[in-house]
């Protein structure tokens, strides 16, 4: 009569951290170790030890310009030097006396002259150069200049764009945003796992880009853009990416 063979026997390995790494090799047959070698971790402390999850956050914002600069140009050429200021004069204090009742700051209006000799004649020209915060008003005095003083002055396409203070906001807001992400992202992972969300480990900035807005390929040339398209193509991006690891409770 054969001997049953007995089952086959199973065997159930745990590996945990060992408290110092380095010490891995001093582990004696049976289990023990040499003196003064530290001792691999307890179950609860390999899981205390390794419960972090680690999570990145992106995040894109724009921001369009906040400044706009335009200039007005008159000009006059008389054979007598009196009559040319005069002309550019009076159509000068016009200019300015049209900003101011528009609330226009003094700061915010440069006015320059320029008188020469031109062959028999005297030349008389000036610019007022305007910077504006409100874009709809800069369209209405613009407008409104054209139509009182028609082809004697001569006003420049507005330039767009950012004051230095108006581009580290945006950067500011970039980096907030982009860790909320990446908080939120890790608070949805512990809640899926059945963990309680810690305190922040690393907080560390991945990547971080920046870019203006591109007006269409078939608009090349920019004295053909609307307004809009302008303000469009002025306006600056911040892409950034934030890599956190948070810690379990």
Known sequence: MSLQRPPPSRVFVELVPWADRGQEN?????????????????????????REVHVSGTAEVSASPDRAQVAVR????????????????????????????QGLQAENVT?????????NAYHMEAEVCITFTEFGKMQNICNFLVEKLDSSVVISPPQFYHTPGSVENLRRQA?????????????????????????????????????????????????????????????IHAAIGKEKKKKHL
């Open 74 to 101: 008159v000009s006059s050429t008389k054979e007598a030097a009196s009559e040319a200021k005069k002309s550019v004069g009076r159509r000068l204090d016009y200019i300015t006396q049209c900003l101011q009742q």
């Open 111 to 119: 006015v320059t002259k320029d008188f020469r000799r031109v062959e």
């Open 175 to 235: 980096c907030l945003v982009a860790v909320e992400n990446a908080w939120r992202k890790a608070q949805e992972v512990c809640n899926l796992v059945g963990q309680t969300l810690g305190k922040p480990l690393l907080i560390k900035e991945e990547e971080t880009k920046e870019w203006d807005g591109q007006p269409d390929n078939h608009q090349s040339s920019s004295s053909s853009l609307t307004i809009q398209q302008k303000i469009k193509s002025a306006t």
């Open 26 to 50: 001093n582990l004696i047959t049976g289990g023990e170790t040499r003196p003064n070698v530290c001792r691999p971790l307890s179950s609860t402390q390999a899981q205390a030890a390794t």
